[in-house]
């Protein structure tokens, strides 16, 4: 092969890499975590869910009953922290998100991570993990003076609403929307989303800030 050959074969695939980067860089994906999932120590405080795209806070949805998630919220624009809590050593987790919304409108669902809680001493993690561990030992726990709490848990026919105890030092509240039947027949995301409308609104009433709060929502459809 001459150097004319080469020469083109080599612009071919420059041509071809600057193609897929600018491919992925249209996609809406996740872009990986920090710490990765084989670097999980038992003391990590929580994993940072990095994606391509800005987010909507108000459209991301971890599955329910995961106990060794105590929290979650947004860093900037394109990462989701998850705080995690009670990690055993050496046992395995998965770490579920039913669906993330890109503020463009694009969503991702059914992301599972999996990673086992490793003996990584506190020198080895990365800063951040450092400075949040020695930050977490003087911050008090959630305020048990925060006028909500007065008015949980609450209940009504389309969703109930509880605090939870966050690791971040704030509370988090766990909102379970109730589906029914009808709704899920006729128009599931409408009825999902007024639901969480409803769910801020009350908030509201309280005089209170939904924005404050980090919500967590459980979609509860009807058995059949």
Same mark, same amino acid.
Do not use: C, W
């Given at each position: 092969? &001459?150097?004319?050959?080469?020469?083109?074969?080599?612009?071919?695939?420059?041509?071809?890499?600057?193609?897929?980067?600018?491919?992925q860089s249209l996609?809406?994906?996740?872009?990986?975590t920090s710490p990765?999932?084989? #670097?999980?120590?038992?003391? !990590?405080?929580?994993? %940072?869910?990095?994606? /391509? $795209?800005?987010?909507?806070?108000? @459209?991301?949805?971890?599955?329910?009953? *995961?106990?060794?998630? /105590?929290?979650? &919220? +947004?860093?900037?624009?394109?990462?989701?922290?998850?705080?995690?809590?009670? +990690?055993?050593?050496?046992?395995?987790?998965?770490? !579920?998100?039913?669906? =993330?919304?890109?503020?463009?409108?694009?969503?991702?669902?059914?992301?599972?991570?999996?990673?086992?809680?490793?003996?990584?001493?506190?020198? @080895?993690? &990365?800063?951040?993990?450092?400075?949040?561990?020695?930050?977490?030992?003087?911050?008090?726990?959630?305020?048990?003076?925060?006028?909500?709490?007065?008015?949980?848990?609450?209940?009504? +026919?389309?969703?109930?609403?509880?605090?939870?105890?966050? *690791?971040?030092?704030?509370?988090?509240?766990?909102?379970?929307?109730?589906? !029914?039947?009808? %709704?899920?027949?006729?128009d599931e995301a409408?009825?999902?989303? #007024?639901?969480? $409308?409803?769910? #801020?609104?009350?908030?509201?009433? +309280?005089?209170?800030?939904?924005?404050?709060? =980090?919500? %967590?929502?459980?979609?509860? @459809?009807?058995?059949?």
């Amino acid at each position: 092969m &001459n150097k004319r050959s080469l020469l083109y074969l080599l612009g071919i695939i420059i041509v071809l890499f600057a193609g897929f980067k600018v491919y992925q860089s249209l996609q809406f994906r996740m872009t990986g975590t920090s710490p990765s999932v084989k #670097q999980v120590s038992v003391i !990590s405080p929580f994993i %940072d869910v990095n994606f /391509s $795209k800005a987010l909507d806070k108000n @459209k991301i949805e971890l599955a329910s009953n *995961q106990k060794f998630i /105590s929290n979650y &919220n +947004l860093v900037g624009d394109k990462t989701l922290r998850v705080y995690l809590t009670d +990690l055993t050593l050496d046992a395995d987790y998965t770490l !579920s998100i039913n669906s =993330v919304t890109a503020i463009s409108g694009k969503e991702l669902k059914n992301i599972s991570l999996r990673f086992t809680a490793q003996n990584i001493p506190f020198d @080895k993690l &990365n800063k951040t993990q450092q400075e949040a561990i020695l930050g977490h030992q003087d911050k008090p726990t959630p305020s048990k003076s925060d006028p909500i709490l007065s008015h949980l848990p609450y209940g009504g +026919l389309d969703f109930e609403l509880t605090a939870v105890a966050g *690791q971040s030092g704030t509370l988090s509240l766990h909102a379970r929307l109730l589906l !029914s039947a009808a %709704d899920v027949r006729t128009d599931e995301a409408g009825a999902t989303a #007024q639901y969480k $409308k409803e769910v #801020q609104d009350y908030i509201r009433s +309280l005089g209170l800030n939904p924005d404050k709060y =980090v919500i %967590d929502y459980e979609i509860v @459809k009807p058995s059949i």
